[in-house]
């Protein structure tokens, strides 16, 4: 697949780490559901159940295994 890639998310924060600023891809939410875009997150524990969310969210798990889909093809 050559150099596949795709940007799940972007994380910023300032020198001293807190608050982090968090943008997810628009087109990855569900119907109904209000993009997370420039939410931010003031400690780690809040980060932690973000990415928590994030990586087991469905369209996260779509976006991972249709390369290996196309992989095996």
Known sequence: MGN???ALFSVHHPM???P???NEDAT???PGVV???GM?????????TWLRRA??????KRII???????SS
């Open 35 to 37: 993009p997370i875009e």
């Open 65 to 71: 295994a249709n390369p290996y889909a196309q992989a």
């Open 28 to 30: 990855r939410s569900s």
């Open 55 to 60: 990586f087991n969210s469905d369209a996260t």
């Open 20 to 22: 982090v600023l968090v």
């Open 4 to 6: 596949y890639r795709y």
């Open 40 to 48: 931010r997150l003031q400690d780690e524990e809040a980060l932690r």
């Open 16 to 18: 001293d780490l807190y």
